[in-house]
Every structure is written in C-alpha cells, then in structure tokens.
C-alpha cells in the first residue's frame, strides 16, 4: 500500500496557485514555481457563444485594443472571483499548461485567498479549483502565505508583522505561532494605483491613458514619496486628448506621480497604524525589535518603504523576492503540509 502511494506521488504534480487580481502563479511540489501569467483571459464571442482565444501573456496584449467580436477581461476583482466561468476557464488553462500528466492523476491544489474573503468568495474559488480538475482544493490566508514566503519565523512566539501589497488588496497581518493575531485587507493594490494615475492625468492634463500605460508610469517611475528636488525623473507618454479628440504625447514627472499616488499610499500607511493600535502590547514589542515586511508587486513602489517608516517610526524592509513571496510560501505550505496543516483549510 505504501508503495502504491509512492508510485501515486511520483505521478502526482500537487501544485500551490497563488491565483492574484493582476498575476497568477503555479508552483509545483519539488519543483518550486514554474509558471506566472497575468490574470488575463480573451474570449472570442459569436451569436452569444463565447470560446476562449487566449489566456495569460497573450490575453494581456489584447487588453483595451480588441474589436467588438472579441472580449478580453480579468475574473479577478480585489483578489477574488469576480466572473466564475472566466475564471474556471483560466485556472483550468494554467493547470494544463502545467499538468501534462492530467490524465493519470488529478492534482492536490492549495490556493491562497484574501483574509477578508467571505465564507461565499471562498467557496467560489473552491469550486472553480475543483471543476478544473483538482482532486483535493485547500486554502490558505494570504497574509500567512506572504508571511512563509518572505521567510519569518511565523511558527515563533512572538510578534511578525506582514504587509502585503497586491493587485486589487492590501493585507496587514500581525502573525504568532503560526496563525493570525489581527489582519486587516483594505481594497487597495496596484489596481487602485494605476486607477489613481489615470484619473490624475484625466484631471490635470486632460490626457486619457489606458491601464496598461498607467501601469507603465507605475513601474518605471512611480513612486510613494515626493522626490527630493521637487520634480525626479521624468517619462514619455501617449494617450487622447480630451479637448480635441486627437491623440498626443506629453511627458510626466515624478513629483505628480507622486501626487497621482498620495491617496492609495495614504490608505496602506492608515491600515498599517490600525493595525499596530489594535496589536496587543507584548507583540507590538516584538514589531518594534523585528520591524515590518512588505511583500506582494505593490512593495516594489518606489520609497513605499520610507514612507511607512516616516509613519509609523518602525524598520521597514521589503522581502527578497516580494513578486513571489505568496506563491512561494503557499507552495511551501504544500512541501510542509503535516507542520502547516492548522493554517490549510479543506473544508467547504
């Protein structure tokens, strides 16, 4: 029996998704993460039926530039489910592409979910999972995931305190003995940040840019703290004119980045301080020696870590590969199941 097992496991490819608002990961036990797409799918509709076109890398090109036959969209919103076939479609495609053996054994799947998922947003991602082709659909808190990830001694009897910043959410999470002490998601991720720009540009420029230019202005010069000589570094843009309709290029600076940006990064200081007044005082303690992490695309925001530590007066650092951390540490919580498992939920 034990042999069979074995013989199972060996066929088996179990994997950890860590399925975010802008990208998913797959990671794969034994062989770590093979696989980050954007959370993007292309549907192609005639007479009312849809057929998916594209998936991932491919789906993402097509954002904002598809004709009216086809649909390209994201199933998730604030890291959750927002359009369940869409996304069914999506996790089915990526366990393909990483499954090739998916006719001889279905995989086991932890998925990571937001702490403030309701009991009704949860169950839609298990359920996708499973149509999908899982055998066995767990899951895991974020917060927990980024906080494995990014290598804290969560297990320990003191205080870790982990900010993880995504696409649609922010998780602040005060972490003891493997589980949550006090988490707080607020709706605000990159999704927000790129929405923020967008409208900044609307409104003083007059000047209408798509998602994908804003998200470029984000990650070459965005930035959370006003730069030190009053303007920084500067980028080349295109997008419509909102007085005469033509298209134009104009050029934007740091400092209104920084300006576009003061809102969402505003919120994320305000969620973190909320959650050190509602930390009790021995881990508070702890959070002073140990300092804060932040995880998750949204700790790569330029100076984001100066700004927290001019708030809060903590030590800031931002996690070795903070892209990853939620991938990596959901697919850890697979390799070290037996040690994790009251942090897996399995039940529906």
Same mark, same amino acid.
């Given at each position: @029996?034990f042999?069979?097992?074995?013989? *199972?496991g060996?066929?088996?490819?179990?994997?950890?998704?860590d399925?975010?608002t802008?990208?998913? #990961?797959?990671?794969?036990?034994?062989?770590g993460?093979?696989?980050?797409?954007?959370?993007?799918v292309?549907?192609?509709?005639?007479?009312?039926?849809k057929k998916?076109?594209?998936?991932?890398?491919d789906?993402?090109?097509?954002l904002?530039?598809?004709?009216?036959?086809?649909?390209? /969209?994201?199933p998730?919103?604030?890291?959750?489910?927002?359009?369940?076939?869409?996304?069914?479609? *999506?996790i089915?495609h990526f /366990?393909?592409?990483?499954?090739r053996?998916s006719?001889?054994?279905?995989?086991?799947?932890?998925?990571?979910?937001?702490?403030g998922?309701?009991p009704?947003?949860?169950?839609a991602?298990?359920?996708?999972v499973?149509?999908?082709?899982?055998r066995?659909a767990?899951?895991?808190?974020e917060?927990?995931?980024?906080?494995?990830g990014?290598? @804290?001694?969560?297990?320990?009897?003191?205080?870790? @305190?982990?900010?993880?910043?995504? =696409?649609g959410?922010?998780?602040?999470?005060? #972490?003891?003995l493997?589980?949550?002490?006090?988490?707080?998601?607020?709706?605000?991720?990159?999704?927000? @940040?790129?929405?923020?720009?967008i409208?900044?540009?609307r409104?003083?420029?007059?000047l209408l /840019?798509?998602?994908?230019?804003?998200?470029?202005?984000?990650? +070459?010069?965005?930035?959370?703290? *006003?730069?030190d000589d009053?303007?920084?570094?500067?980028l080349?843009?295109?997008?419509?004119d909102?007085?005469n309709?033509?298209?134009?290029?104009?050029?934007?600076?740091q400092?209104?980045v920084?300006?576009?940006? +003061?809102?969402?990064v505003?919120?994320?200081?305000?969620?973190?301080?909320?959650?050190?007044?509602?930390t009790?005082?021995?881990?508070?303690a702890?959070?002073?020696?140990?300092?804060?992490?932040?995880?998750g695309?949204?700790?790569?925001?330029?100076d984001?870590?100066?700004?927290?530590?001019?708030?809060?007066?903590?030590a800031? +650092?931002?996690?070795?590969?903070s892209?990853?951390?939620?991938?990596?540490g959901? =697919?850890?919580?697979?390799?070290y199941?037996k040690?994790?498992?009251?942090?897996?939920?399995?039940? +529906?």
């Amino acid at each position: @029996m034990f042999g069979l097992d074995k013989l *199972m496991g060996a066929f088996s490819a179990d994997m950890a998704i860590d399925l975010g608002t802008a990208n998913t #990961l797959v990671y794969v036990k034994g062989r770590g993460i093979i696989l980050s797409e954007p959370s993007v799918v292309a549907y192609h509709v005639k007479d009312g039926v849809k057929k998916v076109l594209a998936v991932g890398e491919d789906a993402k090109l097509m954002l904002g530039r598809t004709p009216g036959s086809i649909e390209a /969209i994201r199933p998730m919103r604030e890291g959750v489910i927002a359009d369940f076939d869409t996304a069914e479609a *999506m996790i089915k495609h990526f /366990i393909r592409k990483v499954h090739r053996r998916s006719t001889f054994h279905k995989p086991k799947i932890i998925v990571c979910v937001p702490h403030g998922a309701t009991p009704v947003e949860k169950r839609a991602i298990r359920s996708s999972v499973l149509s999908a082709g899982a055998r066995k659909a767990g899951l895991i808190a974020e917060p927990i995931a980024a906080a494995i990830g990014a290598g @804290m001694p969560i297990t320990d009897p003191t205080g870790n @305190m982990v900010v993880d910043i995504g =696409g649609g959410t922010t998780e602040v999470a005060v #972490l003891s003995l493997g589980d949550i002490v006090y988490a707080r998601s607020v709706r605000v991720g990159g999704d927000r @940040m790129d929405e923020a720009i967008i409208n900044y540009l609307r409104r003083q420029q007059n000047l209408l /840019i798509g998602e994908s230019t804003a998200e470029r202005i984000k990650t +070459s010069i965005g930035t959370a703290r *006003m730069p030190d000589d009053g303007r920084g570094a500067s980028l080349q843009i295109r997008g419509r004119d909102l007085l005469n309709g033509v298209p134009k290029e104009t050029e934007i600076s740091q400092a209104q980045v920084a300006e576009a940006l +003061s809102e969402p990064v505003q919120s994320i200081c305000e969620a973190v301080m909320t959650a050190l007044e509602a930390t009790p005082p021995d881990l508070a303690a702890d959070i002073v020696d140990r300092g804060v992490m932040l995880t998750g695309g949204g700790a790569l925001l330029g100076d984001l870590d100066l700004a927290l530590r001019e708030q809060t007066g903590l030590a800031v +650092s931002i996690a070795d590969e903070s892209l990853n951390c939620v991938a990596l540490g959901t =697919g850890k919580a697979l390799e070290y199941e037996k040690q994790l498992r009251h942090a897996i939920d399995y039940d +529906s």
